[in-house]
C-alpha cells in the first residue's frame, strides 16, 4: 500500500485558481498584484508596516491558517524595507523602484518627525526573505540536505552583486563556499546567520530577516523514515539563527 505523505499547502496552491474575486473587480494593478503575491484584488493592509515598526520586539511570529495573507504581508514588508543593493551612492539606499507600489497605500499618509513613512523608512534597509516551502523533501535525508544546501546557494546568489571590501578574508572565502553549494552540515547550519552577520557588516544597517512557511519542511518529512534527523537539523538552523544579537 503506498504511504500517504502530508505536503503543506502553500498560499499559492491554497488558493483556487477558478474562483471569481468577490465584486469580480480589480481595482490594483496587474502589477501590484503579482509584487504582493494576491490573485484578484489587494486589501490595504500596509499599516501593518506602521505597527511593525512601532513593536519593540526583535522576533515577530504570525501564526494563522494556510490562505490568511500572511505571504502577502510579508512579500509588503520586503518590498517597502528591501534597499536597491546596487549603484549605492553617498548613502542612496532607496528602492525608488519599489516605491511606486505604495505610493497610494494607507501607509503613505503615514508621518513621523515631520518625513513621510515612505521617504524615511522605506528602501532603506537590507532584507533577507525566505520561504522554506521551496525546500524539497526527496525521499532520504542526505538527499533533503543537497537540496538545502541548493536552497542556501540560491539565496546567496541574490546578494552576489553587493561589495564586500569591509568583510574579512575569512569571510569572504567563508561567502564564497555558501555560493558554491559546496560546504559541510556544520556549516549549512550558519549559513543563514553568517548571511544576516555579512548584510550588516557590508552595509552598516540592521537587518530584517523574513521567514515565510518555515514549518513546510518539518509538515513535510513527518511520515519519512528520517523525520528526528531532519527535525534536530533544523531545529539548530533556527537556534542559530534566533541566538544572534548582534544584526
Same mark, same amino acid.
Given at each position: 500500500?503506498?504511504? /500517504?505523505?502530508?505536503?503543506?499547502?502553500? #498560499?499559492?496552491?491554497?488558493?483556487?485558481?477558478?474562483?471569481?474575486?468577490?465584486?469580480?473587480?480589480?481595482?490594483?494593478?496587474?502589477?501590484?498584484?503579482?509584487?504582493?503575491? +494576491?490573485?484578484?484584488?489587494?486589501?490595504?493592509?500596509?499599516?501593518?508596516?506602521?505597527?511593525?515598526?512601532?513593536?519593540?520586539?526583535?522576533?515577530? +511570529?504570525?501564526?494563522?491558517?494556510?490562505?490568511?495573507?500572511?505571504?502577502?504581508?510579508?512579500?509588503?514588508?520586503?518590498?517597502?524595507?528591501?534597499?536597491?543593493?546596487?549603484?549605492?551612492?553617498?548613502? $542612496?539606499?532607496?528602492?525608488?523602484?519599489?516605491? @511606486?507600489?505604495?505610493?497610494?497605500?494607507?501607509?503613505?499618509? #503615514?508621518?513621523?518627525?515631520?518625513?513621510?513613512?515612505?521617504?524615511? !523608512?522605506?528602501?532603506?534597509?537590507?532584507?533577507? !526573505?525566505?520561504?522554506?516551502?521551496?525546500?524539497?523533501?526527496? #525521499?532520504?535525508?542526505?538527499?533533503?540536505?543537497? /537540496?538545502?544546501?541548493?536552497?542556501?546557494?540560491?539565496?546567496? $546568489?541574490?546578494?552576489?552583486?553587493?561589495?564586500?571590501?569591509?568583510?574579512?578574508? /575569512?569571510?569572504?572565502? %567563508?561567502?564564497?563556499?555558501?555560493?558554491?553549494?559546496?560546504?559541510?552540515?556544520?556549516?549549512? %547550519?550558519?549559513?543563514?546567520?553568517?548571511?544576516?552577520?555579512?548584510?550588516?557588516?557590508?552595509?552598516? @544597517?540592521?537587518?530584517?530577516?523574513?521567514?515565510?512557511? !518555515?514549518?513546510?519542511?518539518?509538515?513535510?518529512?513527518?511520515?519519512?523514515?528520517?523525520?528526528?534527523?531532519?527535525?534536530?537539523?533544523?531545529?539548530?538552523?533556527?537556534?542559530?539563527?534566533?541566538?544572534?544579537?548582534? !544584526?
Amino acid at each position: 500500500m503506498a504511504e /500517504n505523505k502530508l505536503k503543506r499547502l502553500t #498560499e499559492d496552491e491554497n488558493q483556487d485558481s477558478t474562483a471569481e474575486p468577490p465584486n469580480k473587480k480589480r481595482k490594483e494593478s496587474s502589477d501590484l498584484l503579482k509584487k504582493f503575491n +494576491c490573485q484578484y484584488f489587494y486589501i490595504d493592509k500596509s499599516l501593518l508596516i506602521k505597527k511593525f515598526l512601532q513593536d519593540e520586539s526583535e522576533i515577530v +511570529c504570525v501564526t494563522r491558517p494556510s490562505g490568511y495573507g500572511k505571504t502577502t504581508n510579508l512579500k509588503m514588508l520586503r518590498y517597502f524595507f528591501e534597499m536597491n543593493y546596487e549603484n549605492i551612492k553617498e548613502n $542612496e539606499f532607496q528602492n525608488l523602484q519599489n516605491k @511606486k507600489y505604495f505610493e497610494n497605500l494607507l501607509i503613505s499618509k #503615514e508621518k513621523e518627525d515631520d518625513q513621510t513613512y515612505l521617504d524615511k !523608512y522605506q528602501g532603506k534597509y537590507p532584507v533577507i !526573505y525566505l520561504d522554506f516551502s521551496s525546500v524539497i523533501i526527496e #525521499e532520504t535525508y542526505e538527499a533533503t540536505i543537497e /537540496n538545502f544546501k541548493t536552497f542556501i546557494s540560491s539565496l546567496y $546568489e541574490k546578494y552576489e552583486n553587493i561589495n564586500i571590501e569591509n568583510l574579512t578574508k /575569512n569571510k569572504k572565502k %567563508k561567502r564564497e563556499k555558501f555560493q558554491s553549494g559546496i560546504f559541510s552540515i556544520s556549516e549549512l %547550519k550558519q549559513s543563514i546567520s553568517f548571511l544576516c552577520l555579512s548584510l550588516n557588516k557590508v552595509f552598516n @544597517k540592521q537587518i530584517i530577516l523574513l521567514i515565510d512557511n !518555515y514549518d513546510s519542511p518539518i509538515l513535510n518529512t513527518v511520515n519519512t523514515s528520517f523525520y528526528n534527523e531532519f527535525f534536530k537539523f533544523y531545529k539548530d538552523v533556527f537556534l542559530i539563527i534566533f541566538k544572534e544579537d548582534k !544584526y
